[in-house]
């Protein structure tokens, strides 16, 4: 069973910036980001492959949200820069213990544990 922790939620200004991280007690094949905002479902946002860092993003964070690791640390982190109020959701750090393609497409199905999530709240 592997845990995740994430850490760096908070609250920021429109425009702003704010990095998450997420801490794994093991080593699994991918990690990625989701968030949900009050009243809608889950949605990906980033994922990243521990061995090879491929990464993939959703459009509408892409070029704002990279992700990256650092693998001594057993650590993903993502990057939010140029925030906005509809970035505001809860984020959620999961692993994905297999390879395939579900991972990398963002599939909530492919991501077998999850962390307890940090909120995320952008004023405008």
């Known amino acids: 069973q592997v845990q995740l922790v994430e850490s760096g939620g908070g609250l920021v200004q429109a425009g702003g910036s704010l990095r998450l991280s997420c801490a794994a007690s093991?080593?699994?094949?991918?990690m990625g980001w989701f968030r949900q905002a009050p009243g809608k479902e889950r949605e990906f946002v980033a994922a990243?492959?521990?061995?090879?860092?491929?990464?993939n993003y959703a459009d509408a964070v892409k070029g704002r949200f990279p992700i990256s690791k650092d693998n001594a640390k057993n650590t993903v982190y993502v990057q939010m820069n140029s925030l906005n109020p509809e970035d505001t959701a809860v984020y959620y750090c999961a692993g994905a213990p297999f390879a395939g393609s579900w991972w990398f497409e963002g599939r909530p199905n492919a991501y077998n544990y999850w962390g307890q999530g940090t909120q995320v709240t952008v004023s405008s």
């Open positions: 093991g080593r699994i094949y991918a």
């Open positions: 990243i492959s521990w061995s090879a860092g491929r990464t």
